[in-house]
C-alpha cells in the first residue's frame, strides 16, 4: 500500500516586532522633515508601522497643494542596546487615492510631429528605418566625398523602402487622400480626380505612381503633395462645355462649299430644256433642293 503524501509545510515570515523607542519618536521624526520641507507642508501625525527589527515608519500627513493623497514618511532606527534612536530616512510617498503623473516615455515614443516647429532641433538617430544608405562607403572620406558630388547624390541617406511606405500611408489617410469622383457632379463630389488635372506636378520615383503636387494657386490643396485620386473644384478641365451632337441627317449631308453642283446630261441639253435657269435640281437621297443652277452659256455666244 502507498502512504498517502502530505504536502509540505509552509514557513511563515515571522512580522517584525515594533520597537518601543523607535515608535515614541515621534517628535525626532516631526523635527527631521520640518528640516527639508516648507512651512505648511506636513500635517498630522498619522500612524506608524514596524518595517524591520528596531526599525519604525512614522507617516505624516501632506499638506501641499496638489498633492493629494500622498504622505511624508520618516524612517526610523535604533541601534543594538541604544536608548535613543535616530532618523535613517526621509521621504514623500503616494498613497492609494494619490493624484500621479502619466507614466514616463522617452521622448522619442512621447513627442508627436505637431508638437515640432520650423527651428525646433531633433536629435540625430544613426539608426533609422526610414533610412538607407545613399552609397557604398569606402573608408575614405575623401573618395566618399567624390563619389556623392559625382553621382549628384548629396546625401548620406535617403529613403528606405520602409520609409516611402510610411509616407504613402500617412499622405493617403490624409486631407487630400483619395476621394470620390462622379461625373453627374452629385453633392460632395467633383467631377475629375488630380490625374488628369494639368496643375498636378508628378513626384519623382517609386512615388510618381501615386502622388504628386499641386500647383493650382485656387486649390485648397495648393503646395500640397496629393493623391492621385484626389479631385477639388479648381481642376484644370472642371466647366469645360460639352460639344454639340452631330446632327444626322437622313441620306447624309452634302458640302456646298467644297462641292460644285452641275447639272445632269451636256451643256447643251441644259441649254434647250426650257426654264433651264429657274429649274432647281434635287439632290439625290436628300429631301432638300440644292440651289439653283447658274444659266448655261450658250455655243453662240
Known amino acids: 500500500m502507498t502512504q498517502p503524501t502530505t504536502a509540505p509545510r509552509r514557513t511563515r515570515a515571522a512580522r517584525p516586532k515594533l520597537d518601543a523607542i523607535a515608535a515614541e519618536a515621534v517628535e525626532l521624526a516631526r523635527e527631521a522633515l ?3 520641507t516648507e512651512p505648511g507642508q506636513v500635517g498630522e501625525h498619522l500612524r506608524v508601522e514596524a518595517s524591520g527589527e528596531r ?16 504622505s511624508w514618511i520618516v524612517v526610523v532606527t535604533r541601534a543594538s542596546r541604544a536608548k535613543v534612536a ?3 530616512e526621509t521621504a514623500l510617498l503616494p498613497g492609494e487615492d494619490a493624484i500621479l503623473a502619466p507614466d514616463w516615455e522617452p521622448w522619442s515614443e512621447r513627442l508627436k510631429p505637431e508638437d515640432v516647429g520650423a527651428d525646433d532641433l531633433l536629435p540625430f538617430r544613426e539608426q533609422d528605418v526610414r533610412l538607407e544608405q545613399g ?10 566625398r567624390v563619389a556623392r558630388w559625382e553621382l549628384g547624390l548629396g546625401r548620406a541617406r535617403v529613403l528606405s523602402p520602409e520609409g516611402r511606405s510610411e509616407a504613402a500611408e500617412r499622405w493617403a489617410e490624409g486631407e ?6 462622379s461625373s453627374r457632379g452629385r453633392r460632395g463630389t467633383v467631377a475629375a480626380s488630380c490625374t488628369s488635372c494639368g496643375f498636378l506636378m508628378k513626384l519623382s520615383g517609386s512615388l510618381r505612381t501615386e502622388f504628386g503636387v499641386c500647383t493650382n494657386e485656387w486649390s485648397p490643396a495648393d503646395g500640397r503633395v496629393v493623391h492621385l485620386d484626389y479631385g477639388c473644384g479648381a481642376h484644370s478641365e472642371t466647366g469645360q462645355e460639352e460639344p454639340d ?4 441627317l437622313h441620306g447624309g449631308v452634302i458640302d456646298e462649299l467644297e462641292v460644285d453642283l452641275e447639272p445632269r446630261g451636256s451643256d447643251e441639253q441644259a441649254a434647250e430644256t426650257p426654264g433651264a435657269d429657274e429649274q432647281a435640281t434635287e439632290i439625290p437621297g436628300t ?5 439653283e443652277i447658274p444659266e448655261a452659256d450658250s455655243p453662240e455666244d
Do not use: K
Open 135 to 144: 552609397f557604398e562607403s569606402t573608408g575614405d572620406e575623401d573618395e566618399d
Open 55 to 70: 526599525l519604525a515608519t512614522h507617516v505624516f500627513e501632506c499638506t501641499m497643494p496638489g498633492y493629494r493623497g500622498w
Open 245 to 248: 451632337r452631330e446632327i444626322q
Open 176 to 181: 487630400f487622400g483619395p476621394r470620390q469622383t
Open 86 to 88: 535616530t532618523v535613517a
Open 34 to 36: 520640518l528640516e527639508v
Open 287 to 291: 429631301d432638300e433642293q440644292a440651289t
